[in-house]
Nanobody
Framework: QVQLVESGGGLVQPGGSLTLSCTAS????????MGWYRQAPGKQREWVAT???????NYKEVPTGRFTISRDIFKRTVYLQIHNLNAEDTAVYYC???????????WGQGTQVIVSS
């Protein structure tokens, strides 16, 4: 079992930046692909970004520099930096871990991001 705990959400003004964190209960980066998803009000959960065990980054949004996924192995933490936030970024952001060689999938409880002036 793996527990994922997100943090870093909150109220942000349009144009601002935010860094979300996801800390795993144990070091899983060598055997899991880590990802961030989000669910806006009234919408389905959607993929935002993933980071492979080899640190290959993938983003749903065409690379504009708005999103950056990264990790700190020693802190067992994955980050999602979001720049130039707009109202459409308002959502609950979830951390996800998917086993590379297993079917294991874990989710965090989510952290709310609200973009509003």
């Amino acid at each position: 079992q793996v527990q994922l705990v997100e943090s870093g959400g909150g109220l942000v003004q349009p144009g601002g930046s935010l860094t979300l964190s996801c800390t795993a209960s144990r070091n899983i980066f060598s055997s899991y692909t880590m990802g961030w998803y989000r669910q806006a009000p009234g919408k389905q959960r959607e993929w935002v970004a993933t980071l492979s065990r080899d640190e290959l980054e993938n983003y749903k949004e065409v690379p504009t520099g708005r999103f950056t996924i990264s990790r700190d192995i020693f802190k067992r933490t994955v980050y999602l930096q979001i720049h130039n936030l707009n109202a459409e970024d308002t959502a609950v952001y979830y951390c996800n871990a998917q086993g590379v060689r297993t079917d294991d999938v874990y989710w965090g409880q989510g952290t709310q991001v609200i973009v509003s002036s």
